[in-house]
């Protein structure tokens, strides 16, 4: 969507050929690769690179943060935009949004989560950042590439996984091996995907095509949403009727997860300057954004999904 919205309002002049993960470098190499100037841009989800420094995932999500809508409104209108180019100028990066999920699905599991016990020991594939509060909680994360995911799961290799939500996941098949599907996927309230661009490369364009660049990100990003809202609840549906069964976390598994998560935050905090002036401003949106969405969003959502329609 980004390279063909470049394409055209560039009359065809401005061209971006898109590669699959790991044709041009391995998956988990593109910050590296747009940093060095091996690629002009490519397009990921930044919590992945929380190894670099933990301050990444907050350009992506975290654990009980932001939802999709407030995700964008921090970047766009609050301080999000400003502190992340800060964050990305040591990296040689401009970041653009470009895509979200909404909020994702807490996974399949072979066998049901019904107490805290039932997450010690646990080996599941999670995604980045989200594997620190796993492991708080006696989990073992694996992080494993979506191709190799259903093998493993299907072997026993891994006890459980996550990987997005209906559609995707039922493209790859987990509902065959694992009939539990649990939600939410409280590590994955808002997912951003990201527009890394080379900044060398980015401040060479002209600036009828920087202004095309951001544009045609801004377009990605919406649409992006749009299709998993659109195609999500059928693809639930199908799963339903194919036998699986979907089932909340039960409290207690949700409140460690949030207590555990606010104290690794509070660590991370005292020990990365980077991370604690970016979470500091996203945590204070956080907090205004809930507030909001307690009087407008959530009361209009709970009563229409609670009506007969």
């Known amino acids: 969507m980004f390279a063909k919205k470049v394409g055209e309002m560039s009359g065809g002049k401005f061209s971006i050929t898109v590669h699959p993960g790991g044709e041009l470098m391995p998956a988990f190499g593109v910050v590296d690769g747009v940093q060095e100037g091996t690629v002009e841009c490519a397009h990921t989800a930044p919590y992945y690179f929380f190894g670099k420094d933990d301050t990444f995932a907050l350009d992506c999500a975290i654990p009980f943060g932001l939802n999709s809508r ?18 990305y ?6 970041n653009f949004p470009m895509g979200n999920t909404g909020a994702q699905m807490g996974g399949w599991y ?46 026993g290799t891994i006890d459980a996984t996550e ?4 559609y995707d996941d039922q493209k790859l098949g987990f509902n065959k091996v694992a009939k539990n599907y649990y939600y939410p996927g409280w590590w994955e309230g808002g997912p951003q995907l990201t527009l890394y661009v080379n900044n060398k490369a980015f401040n060479a364009l002209s600036p009828e095509n920087k202004a095309i660049v951001e ?11 749009a299709k998993y809202d659109a195609l999500n609840p059928a693809a639930l549906k199908q799963l339903v009727a194919a036998g699986t069964k979907v089932l909340p976390f039960p409290k207690a598994v949700m409140d460690a997860a949030f207590k555990n998560s606010m104290a690794l935050y509070d660590d991370i905090s ?14 204070a949106f956080r907090k205004d954004q809930n507030l909001w969405f307690r009087f407008t969003e959530a009361q209009f959502d709970r009563y229409m999904q609670s009506a007969k329609l």
């Open 215 to 225: 544009c045609a990100a801004a377009i990605a990003h919406t649409t992006m949403q």
């Open 110 to 155: 072979r066998k049901e989560i019904k107490t805290l016990e039932d997450i010690k020991g646990l080996k599941m594939r999670i995604g980045g950042f989200a594997g620190k509060v796993l492991t708080t909680m006696g989990g073992v994360p694996q992080n494993i590439p979506g191709g190799e995911i259903y093998q493993a799961l299907e072997k």
């Open 89 to 94: 100028d040591g990296y040689n990066i401009v």
């Open 163 to 166: 990987w997005v939500g209906p």
């Open 270 to 283: 005292s020990k990365n300057p980077k991370w604690k002036k970016v979470y500091t401003d996203y945590a």
């Open 70 to 87: 407030q995700m964008t409104a921090w970047m766009y209108e609050g301080n999000g935009m400003k502190l992340m180019r800060e964050f």
